[in-house]
């Protein structure tokens, strides 16, 4: 129930402009291991905790009827970390589908990876692709998981893959449908939580005219509300696409 000193994330629907909703949202998950330090915890706890706050973030998504979230899950450059925590990531990755698949399914959510193949333990691609197929049928929102993901790489082997009549056939309107999104909008906003303002190789050529929204709170404390006040904020934005009146 909402108090008056505590406001609850329902207090704030009623100022939400649902003809305007973006389209997909793009989410840089930062800060669980400052959460953890902050807690005399391991690394991994802070990753733990932020796997729970994707829950809250899909489970809004899903209420509004958004079309789809990214959420930056590993990085290409996330090897370099130490190996008990990628290990840990990956196992947690793993688990994460395991138990959440259930509830996927029962809210009609569409999972996907988004990232490249290379570096991966086959068996391991394996076992995940094939947990995230049991979500395939679903219709509703799609929720792309970035994994083994870098911006940079994804161009590079979009351009690999491609012929030379392709190549002499390129425009900036269609080579999206060469990368891992094909066919997906481009993110309308792109959320970055710790204070962060970077991209950190994040959708690089799909976040040309997206909205960045930057918050201070740390990924495993990212909330319902906190997700809101992101969306509310974009709202309040003008994008003009380098025009100069779009809206
Ligand atoms: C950044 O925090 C976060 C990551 C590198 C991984 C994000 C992973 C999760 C939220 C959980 C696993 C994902 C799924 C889909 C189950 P950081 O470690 O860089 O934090 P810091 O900057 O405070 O050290």
Not at 109 to 131: H, M, N, Q, S
Not at 183 to 197: A, F, H, K, V, W
Request: a neutral charge; charged letters at 25%.
């Amino acid at each position: 129930m909402a108090t008056k000193n505590k406001k609850e994330y329902k207090d704030l629907l009623p100022r939400l402009d649902y003809s305007r909703l973006p389209k997909h949202i793009g989410i840089i998950m930062d800060g669980n291991g400052r959460w953890a330090k902050k807690r005399l915890r391991p690394r991994i706890f802070g990753h733990r905790a932020g796997a729970e706050a994707i829950r809250a973030v899909v489970e809004l998504g899903v209420e509004l009827k958004l079309e789809l979230l990214t959420f930056y899950a590993f990085s290409t450059e996330n090897w370099n970390r130490p190996e008990e925590e990628i290990q840990g990531l990956l196992k947690l990755l793993k688990e994460f589908l395991i138990k959440e698949i259930p509830e996927l399914n029962e809210q009609n959510i569409k999972v996907d990876f988004i990232g490249t193949e290379t570096g991966l333990d086959p068996e391991y691609l394996a076992e995940i692709c094939a947990l995230a197929a049991q979500t395939h049928q679903n219709t509703g929102m799609k929720v792309n998981i970035a994994f083994n993901y870098g911006g940079r790489l994804e161009i590079i082997e979009a351009i690999k893959r491609l012929t030379s009549v392709q190549i002499q056939e390129l425009t900036v309107d269609n080579f999206g449908q060469y990368l891992y999104t094909a066919g997906q909008p481009n993110p309308d906003l792109i959320i970055r939580t710790s204070g962060e303002y970077r991209l950190s190789n994040f959708l690089l050529w799909q976040s040309a005219y997206s909205e960045i929204y930057i918050t201070d709170t740390l990924w495993p404390d990212f909330d319902k509300m906190a997700f809101l006040n992101a969306i509310l904020d974009f709202q309040g934005r003008k994008r003009r696409f380098g025009g100069l009146n779009n809206e």
